[in-house]
């Protein structure tokens, strides 16, 4: 029982940084991006090859960041310019093109089979199971908070000022002097790099990636915990996090105790749905809204 | 005085149809400059093309003795070229104050490697609140600071507006129709305040009115647009008299 909550606390953490990511990119800055799921499989895949090649897994953890930024402003530079919906649209693609790439180019990182064996942050002889979740949920916690007050020193800053300016009006925040470029590839980058650390973390925790753990699947439930929690609030990604977590753990728990006549997978996906229709119909602000600004 | 604003033989059509055709006019440092004309005869546009938001296509624009036609509307801004929209634009999850604010310039604060240490730009930042909450009080809007501009009525949204384009330290102002819809009171205050921060502040006017009444006390010097070309210049008064005026907004004798 400790361990099954250990290991829902964890993955809790994971998901809250990749909700967080999607907040600082929609939520913020109004970025509509439908690939976070790529930028999460190149951070593991990247941390991996490393870490398989002897390396420290915190050294692997830095290489996935930089790795993920630099193709998240790669990718932003080139398209950033395009109008939100289309924008959504390519990065939805892109995200598969990369996934069938990696499945298909066995020289890579061993195509479909993936990569295995994955050394873990602690490679402790002799750990008890329940010590090593300990070790890794508080990892996880550890990535989580630096990113959770990084975003929170720029949410509350005149840079956050203007991201949130670009989600309202972008035309109108260039019309007064910002270049709406810059900070809209800036805000992309930090996404990348943040959903790079996620994916850095779940390689060693697992111990093996594949492309099948990156569909867009892995995207949509990103979004529907930043959109249930609230987008535009930096707890709210959290909150959604939970309250998702919660939902998909909690329906595996059920099944013991309530007989439903639907596989509890099935069940899960149902109420999510239900959720999502309820929440953009009635509180499209999700659970947290927007902190404003008060003056005296 | 010199010219502050050139433009040469401005050009601009959509999809065929000549919204601007070979526009020249030059406004002088300092003044405050009219631009009247009937619905759709381009007035509008030529605005969006002096703050770049549409690009010309033919002709040259002059700013200061350099040219700025072929930069980005965030460049051409920050050279001190602040448009108010006719339409209110406003960020509507922002506070009104933020709204203000958004318009400020805080170099360290928003650079993202400066906002880690706040010491960098509170001081800014608080003189820019300071700026701000000046200029909502005598647009008497300080009392609705901290509510959301989806909360405020239609003419108070445009007052927000004016108020945005006075936070921008601006060279020259370009209004569009900036007293529409405002109770005759306060737009003979706004005027004021135009000559008076014309005066203290060295900034230049460049206003589309329909009011011609407010537009020609306050004005020294007018263009009148008609289907996309400038068929007059002049004082209010020659304006007037001027017969192709009549013409352009009346129909002929």
Redesign the interface.
Known sequence: MIAFILDTLIWIALYSILSLSLSIEYGFTGIMNFGKALFFMIGAYVSAIVTLNGLNYFIGLLFAILFSALIGLILSISMIRIREDYFAIVTLALNECFRIILKNEYWIAGGPIGLRNIPSAFPLKNLSYEIFLLLNLLLIIGILLFFYLFLRIIINSPYGRILRAIREDELLTQTLGKNTFKYKTQAFTIGSAMAGAAGSFLSQYIGYVSTDLFLSTTTFTIWIMCIIGGPSNINGAIIGALFMRGIERGTRILKDYVSIPIDPNNFMFIITGILMVIFIMYKPEGILREKRMRVE | MKEILILKNVCKSFNGLEVVKNVSLKVKEKSITGLIGPNGSGKTTLFNLI???YKIDNGKIFFNGERIDNL???KI??KGI??S?QIP???????I??NM???A??IK????LN??N?NN?RKI?EEN?KKA?SILEFLELKEL??S?PTNISGGQLKLLEIG?ALM?NPRILLLDEIIAGINPILAEKIFRKIIELRDNFNITFFIIEHRIDFLFDFAEYIFVMDKGKIIAEGSPKEIINNEKVMEAYIGEK
């Open positions: 703050s770049g938001i980005e509307p965030y801004s920050n602040i448009k929209f634009r406003l960020l509507k999850k922002l506070t104050l933020e604010l958004i318009a310039k805080n604060g928003e650079e993202i906002v880690f706040k730009w930042e609140i909450l600071r901290n959301l945005r921008c």
